[in-house]
């Protein structure tokens, strides 16, 4: 099969790319269905929970900046973090296959116990912590499981702070039931402020199958986050075959290729200031114009040991006083001030020797996602409490300031500029300016293509249009019915609304799994 990618690929870019390109161009060889897959065959509970976690992975790992948390268990637990995107994501389940028995329990404490440090503990981000469980059966420690989801809910001080949602994969009824104990018996009272507390929920394989059916219709598949994030349970309601079909259908339906208004979200999952303007020839090659004709340069600091009156250029803007719309240090002009330096205020210089503030990493202040991050309208939340905002402290009387690692310099947050790219299928190459580097991405879904450099393309959508079709789809309730019910399930709830939050997964990989349904 690979053979084959390979060819297709030299077809589009050319043998000499190819070869120079083929470790990176491997990982997007598309996939086929299973063997045995036909549309209306039944399908191995793995191969339906991996379709699964592949789409819903698409979704989360955009809005995760961290990267999402996956657990495999079966009867010991695998560990997986920091997972940006799924190519990565299906290499570790290539790994494993289903067998044995199934416990959940260590995994789910060893989550629970890392949520609620993150939402209440001193160095926490608190951002909101949402934990999807993928099962086929009833766990073999079904009761530990049940005493830790209880411990942690206790201890939640608000609804929507964590949640775990429980999905069944296929129809075992031992599992049914246990989900059906999960949901109606495991609301507590906080510890903290004596309210009820209820964190999980559940999903039968059956309401499933039914909203994927119901979201066929074209006025909800338009409608942004929850159209895309119902196809990521085709896999599950049509099985291995129907989800082939279902994701060649997808592609297809770009009947009028890529031409339009583009975004550019940058490898930090925020968009970017950049908007592309792109021209499909309808062969395969696309014209791209709105990126940078040279990236922005790399502002680095390379230390100055040159002493004057008690005065020298500020370490944070490098003597140049503003920041520009990336963050980065630049000249005065109306075009790029973006934000005062907020170490020297615009002018440049300051007094006396600076030491990096280590808490913020010199960014003087925290974004969203409780990250260091530059003050600016974008990304500022709030000021760093050791330094409030001012990025670097006064060195006290005999200190030495510390030798600071190098780090390697990163790309622009766009990534490289682009000037053309070439495409076949769900498959899509761009090309930097200077034609030295060739990045490969993939179709996600209608509106979206990912990058391997972690950017991605999102289509300007026509909210207007979109909106109407998404209500004339629905019948005046834009999630209603089965569809909605599930998107309206917590873990999906987060995901369909680009909740910024830290996302667990957990899979079963026991030998249930390995049965067919």
């Not at 964190?199 to 994927?212: Q, R, S």
């Not at 031409?259 to 303007?277: E, F």
């Not at 000037?419 to 879904?445: C, L, M, W």
């Amino acid at each position: 099969m690979f053979g084959m990618f390979k060819q297709l690929a030299g077809q589009v870019l050319g043998e000499e790319v190819v070869e120079q390109h083929i470790g990176k161009l491997a990982a997007f060889m598309p996939a086929e269905p299973p063997e045995h897959a036909s549309k209306d065959d039944p399908a191995q509970r793995w191969e339906k929970a991996l379709l699964a976690l592949k789409g819903i992975a698409q979704q989360v790992t955009k809005v995760d900046e961290d990267g999402i948390e996956v657990f495999v268990c079966g009867e010991d637990v695998q560990d997986f973090a920091g997972i940006r995107d799924t190519k990565g994501l299906m290499r570790i389940c290539d790994r494993v296959q289903p067998e044995g028995g199934l416990c959940l329990a260590p995994a789910l404490a060893q989550a629970l116990g890392a949520a609620t440090e993150r939402l209440y503990g001193e160095e926490g981000d608190q951002k909101e912590q949402a934990i999807l469980v993928l099962l086929s059966r009833k766990p073999d420690d079904a009761e530990e499981l049940v005493a830790a989801v209880q411990e942690a809910a206790a201890k939640v001080r608000q609804e929507g702070d964590l949640s775990i949602t429980f999905v069944h994969v296929g129809n075992d009824g031992e599992a049914e039931e246990f989900l059906g104990f999960l949901d109606e018996n495991l609301k507590v009272t906080s510890e903290e402020t004596g309210e009820a507390i209820d964190i999980v929920d559940t999903l039968k394989d059956e309401d499933i199958k039914k909203a994927f059916e119901e979201s066929q219709d074209p006025g909800f598949m338009a409608k942004g986050g929850a159209g895309a994030l119902m196809g990521a349970f085709a896999g599950m309601a049509a099985g291995a075959g129907g989800y082939y079909a279902y994701q060649k259908h997808q592609i297809s339906k770009r009947t009028k290729g890529f031409n339009g208004s583009w975004y550019v979200i940058g490898w930090d999952g925020q968009k970017t200031s950049l908007h592309l303007k792109i021209k499909d020839d309808m062969e395969g090659a696309l014209s791209v114009k709105g990126y940078p004709e040279e990236d922005p340069e790399d502002f680095e600091d390379e230390g100055d040991d040159e002493d004057w009156d008690g005065q020298q250029d500020c370490p944070c803007c490098l003597g140049r006083g503003y920041f520009d719309k990336w963050c980065r240090p630049c000249e005065e002009s109306a075009m790029h001030k973006d934000m005062d330096c907020p170490v020297c205020a615009g002018e440049g210089v300051v007094e006396g020797e600076m030491k990096r503030c280590k808490k913020c990493k010199g960014k003087g202040a925290f974004s969203c996602f409780g990250k260091p991050c530059m003050k600016n309208h974008m990304h500022f939340e709030k000021d760093c409490p050791r330094c409030e905002g001012r990025c670097f402290l006064p060195l006290g009387e005999g200190e030495e300031p510390e030798e600071e690692e190098e780090e390697a310099p990163r790309p622009p947050l766009h990534g490289r500029s682009t000037s053309h790219a070439k495409y076949q299928g769900e498959n899509v190459f761009r090309y930097t300016a200077d034609e030295s580097e060739v990045i490969p991405g993939t179709v996600e879904d209608d509106h979206t293509v990912a990058f391997e450099d972690g950017t991605r393309w999102e289509e300007k959508q026509e909210k207007v249009s979109y909106g109407k079709m998404a209500l004339a789809g629905l019948g005046g309730a834009a999630l209603g019915g089965a569809a909605g019910y599930v998107i309206q399930k917590k873990f999906f709830s987060k995901a369909s609304k680009k909740t910024p939050a830290d996302y667990v997964i957990i899979l079963d990989r026991s030998a249930a799994m390995a049965e067919m349904d």
